[in-house]
């Protein structure tokens, strides 16, 4: 089933999310849900908040860049609880957008390297390492998680900027082709 996307201004998408149990209802359908939702909007990752949840689950489907990047063939998982433990590398600039922002695109400075605690759809703990372009799309996601949006990353300049695009997103005007639930 394909959720509305929880767009800039909606309270859900500044909380900090909270882990969850092993016995939470119907996450399976929850994780399909987000897979279905993310994949209507062509997005490459999203997460509970952006599906009005405060819940720490995220999707993230790389497979859709395999093309250019063969090394994400076949990758489609869910985390689970996902915590970034630390930032490590050379920081990289690279233009991100994000579902709940439709329409801003931005460069943002994000650590090539980043250590992360999850659970897998199976609820196994993974401790890991993780570098390239998959890092930089988890630590986008898990700022979700944190209350946080690819916007705040951003210099004064640029915030102010897209102030206009952000105001119209408060009054309920965003053009899209998929389908979201605003303020108003």
């Given at each position: 089933?394909?959720?509305p996307i929880y767009v800039y201004g909606q309270p859900v998408l500044r909380k900090v999310a909270e882990?969850?149990?092993p016995d939470y209802p119907e996450l399976k359908e929850l994780?399909?849900?987000m897979f279905e939702t993310m994949d209507h909007a062509d997005g490459v990752g999203l997460a509970a908040p952006q599906v009005g949840l405060p819940i720490r689950v995220v999707v993230i489907n790389l497979d859709v860049i395999s093309d250019d990047c063969?090394?994400?063939k076949g990758f489609r998982k869910a985390y689970i609880n996902a915590h970034v433990l630390e930032r490590e590398g050379d920081e990289e600039n690279m233009e991100e957008g994000c579902l709940s922002?439709?329409?801003i695109h931005e460069n943002v400075k994000r650590s090539n390297r980043i250590h992360v605690r999850y659970l897998d759809e199976d609820m196994q703990e993974h401790d890991e390492w993780v570098e390239g372009f998959l890092a930089?799309?988890?630590q986008h996601e898990f700022d979700h998680l944190e209350g946080n949006l690819f916007i705040d990353h951003l210099s004064p300049?640029?915030?102010r900027m897209i102030q206009a695009k952000?105001?119209?997103m408060l009054k309920g005007k965003v053009r899209c082709g998929y389908k979201v639930r605003t303020v108003k």
């Open positions: 089933m394909i959720l882990d969850i149990t994780i399909a849900n063969p090394e994400y922002l439709p329409g930089r799309v988890m300049l640029r915030k952000l105001n119209a």
